[in-house]
């Protein structure tokens, strides 16, 4: 007797509030047998509805609300040329500033139904043409008028409910969304910013009882359903075209590079290499992939630095276009990850690009297939964390000091589905009440999910299509201006449409700017092609060593502490002699969120520990990695070799486990896992701990092929630090982005035994830059210091260095704030000396007046101003630097650091077992949870002579957790714990050493 054709789910943008899955299955139990979804001027879920009506039986009806601050209706898809047509005029309505929407339905009104109440839309509409065009009617919204505005117009009326609450209760939480949108507080919200309480999900008894008077509007819904009634089909996929190629030569032409590049990576082909050519490009051009190879490589070659990588550097035919640079038969590389006869769902390759070159390529990639065909791949940004705590505190009317000291302390472990109560019992809340008004914010807070504010663009998804891209899916314009489509990567994907990845990273940049500076100090030039960097000795030396600092991929704290347990002194001589770059794919995969109690067996087995694998059926999957599940394809093959999986259902277990929304499909995987285990003869026992293994990759985890091309793109960079330091930290200070501050990184130098120079006015270039066994630093490093500045500065500097500082001001117009930065980071020491700074000053001054015409005397006697003393000289350093470069801050604390006779980082294993104390400057930190969910801390320090790494166990945390995090030179006692003979500190007590 009903249906509801005006439905509105979380990622209606800032209005709706539940999953399309929470609202079909709702609609189910109340009966319905169709739904429509019409989120906000967009089909941002649409993918999604579709999969979710398919799971609990429902009749998927497409469409949307289309607003504008003049005009609204409900448009409803009644096919795929009706679909194409909303994808275009909402594409409009983002993309263009005159956009009307009466106008727009002009002209894409075809296979379309129209539902509206907006008199002067339906007025118009209806002279063009009254087809499929119903007045909208529904209850909390000027019903009667409605009604009035059909009978007058003589056009069929239509009920609407305007759904987006299950429950009255819900429509608190939908003000506070409006609120948030419209930066207003919850008390000042106008009753039109916002919907009618009575916009529910109702029952169809109910929906009756607001339409006695007119039966028909009921009626009609039945009607406009069975109009809009479609199989919708989006598992297609859209290749983009390569020129103006057909499949068939497309294919031949890519057989052609194909076998050039095998002959340029190998030389001459053997029948292995031959044979896996072969069925490559045989899946290849089944799949009508041709054209997408071609694309792609045609993208990376714009480039001479690119790392291919993900699953597609498991591709023969990639690594011989030149798109990856992993040799995938060498390393084992498993092509069915990337690609298989069953799968029906589009692979995509990424590749990064240095990170400053990226914006070029995207350039390039739409100025060749225009943006009619090409768009970026959006994020659908939400709610998280502690942003949903200060935009709620925030509508509330909090004052902003309350909010920054709440949000402060909970931005290290509050997530959004946490309650009030959970804070509370937090270490860092201990003996605090929390007031009712922050109760009732974390609670609204917590209810804060899944609901869509507004897109971003993806970190490097591209799509590119044959035709029109504003058929497949409307597209918005992001903040650069690029065009970008309304779907996040993975509806995207089950949607057909084709990704190409195109990243930007930084340690290609890091490498690519080191090279250059060795190329001009006459260094000697790098063969990229050529270079083989893990065959090299002091590269292997710090490798294995863990003195990766600076090194892409291999820097963090715990994947240093890793390589320094597999290589440490009580490892095997058999150790030694694994395979380098085997071990770093392993080690850099295995480090995952859920997979830490395999870790330790792993380190274990790699020194030498006798293991069996759990089941025979395992050793040609697992040998490698010595019975441990590491690497993502690894869950295809357990359960092709143990339960009988063909490639595709392995493929689609790996992508269910590495993906939300899994739980009912994950469960069906797992009966098929054991059912088809305990008939090939395997004991369920033994399929538990296997199951447990391939769960363990829900965390954050990678494919081998993945891994293998940054653990190469990590060699090279490892290279570079072992033979040509200065450059090398100089390129990774200046290209930003790594794993830990500039600070660090600074420190690191001095480790290396560089020298750390100031920035000088006639040596500093704006980034740092590095040479010999000095490291100067850039002008880029000055807090304040414009672009502008730096570059007047430098340029003028091309014609002769400065011999004076009034030099310098006759030749630079520089203003008076960029003079002082100048000034006060040293710049001028080293042709005025550091004494005559607060005389520069009142020259500084003096010009400055000159140049504005405010001094009329021409002989002005300057003051003579003493010289800062030593305490002022390092503030001023601290305040233009960001922190001390001079000297590492722990030597200001010489004196109290003697009174507590700390060891020293560098001797840590020499106190295994022992209590002592030690003194450390705050570096990084890694906030952690233990078996029993109670909080704890990873946090990393350094000394003069090392950095060090300590664990605050939750006990400990508990007491110390609101001193972390600081960046304070500290004084810490513990236990000096050994594993794998790597020392850690097991902390006991910690306080300040300027205390």
Partial sequence: MFVHLHVHSALSPNWGLHSPERLCASARALGYQSLALTDRNGLYVIPRFLQAAQETGITPLIGTEAVTERHRAVLLARNEEGYANISRLLSDLHCRREFDLIQALTEYRHNVVVASDDAKLVTALKRQSPAALFVELSPGHALHRSLALARDLNLPPVATARALMLDRGEFHLHRVLRAIHLNSKLSRLKQEESACDADLLFPAQRMAEFFPHCPEALENTLHVAELCRNEWDFSRTIFPAFRDLGNDSAFLELQRRAHQGALWRYGCLDEKTETRLAKELGIIRDKGFAHYFLVVEEISKQSERTCGRGSAAASLVAYCLGITHVDPIRHNLFFERFLNEGRTDPPDIDIDFPWDERDAILDFAFARYGAQRAAMVSNHVGFKGRSALREVAKVYGLPDYEIKEMTERVSGFWKSEQTAAAITSHPLFKGERISADWQEIIDTAQRLGGQLRHLSLHCGGLVIVPDEIRKYVPVELSRKGLPLIQWEKDQAEDSGLVKIDILGNRSLAVIRDAMAAVKKEGDGAIDYASWRPLEDAKTQEILRRGLTIGCFYLESPSIRLLLRKIWSSTATSATFGLDLFEVLVQASSIIRPAANSFIQEYVARVQGKPWSHLHPLLES????????????????????????????????????????????????????????????????????????????????????????????????????????????????????????????????????????????????????????????????????????????????????????????????????????????????????????????????????????????????????????????????????????????????????????????????????????????????????????????EFVSFEDVSAIFDATFFPDVYARFCRKLSQRRPYLIKGIVEVEFGVATLRVKWVGFLDE
């Fill in 621 to 936: 999957v697992l040998d490698e990695t010595f019975g441990i599940a590491i690497y993502q394809e690894q869950i295809t093959q357990i359960a092709m070799e143990l339960a009988g999986f063909s490639a595709y259902e392995g493929d689609q277990l790996r992508k269910i486990i590495t993906k939300k929304h899994r739980e009912k499909r994950l469960a069906d995987y797992r009966v098929k896992f054991f059912a088809g285990g305990v008939a090939r003869g395997v004991t369920e026992p033994v399929l538990a701990e296997i199951w447990e293994q391939i769960l363990s990759f829900s965390g954050y985890s990678f494919c081998k092929p993945h891994s293998a091309s940054y653990a190469l793109l990590s060699g090279k960079a490892a290279f570079m630090k072992a033979h040509h330091p200065a450059p090398f930290m100089a390129a990774v200070i200046s290209n930003q982005g790594g794993y830990y501050s500039a600070f660090a990184y600074i420190s690191e130098a001095r480790r290396l035994g560089l020298a750390i120079l100031p920035p000088d006015v006639n040596d500093s270039d704006y980034p740092y830059t590095g040479a010999g066994q000095g490291l100067r630093v850039g002008l880029m490093q000055i807090d304040g210091l414009t672009r502008d500045g730096a570059e007047k500065l430098l340029k003028e500097r091309e014609r002769g260095r400065f011999s004076s500082f009034k030099n310098f001001l006759a030749r630079v117009k520089v203003t008076r704030v960029d003079g002082e930065r100048l000034i006060k980071a040293g710049c001028f020491d080293s042709i005025e000396g550091l004494k005559r700074r607060p005389a520069l000053l009142w020259e500084l001054l003096h010009s400055q007046q000159q140049t504005t015409g405010l001094l009329f005397e021409q002989q002005t006697e300057l003051p003579a101003p003493p010289p800062y003393d030593a305490r002022q000289v390092l503030r001023q350093e601290t305040e233009s630097l960001g922190f001390l470069v001079s000297r590492h801050p722990l030597t200001l604390y010489k004196e109290a650091w003697l009174r507590h006779r700390p060891i020293k980082g560098a001797e840590m294993m020499d106190y295994a077992g022992k209590w002592v104390t030690m003194v450390g400057w705050w570096i990084t930190t890694k906030m952690v949870e233990d078996k029993r969910g109670r909080p704890m």
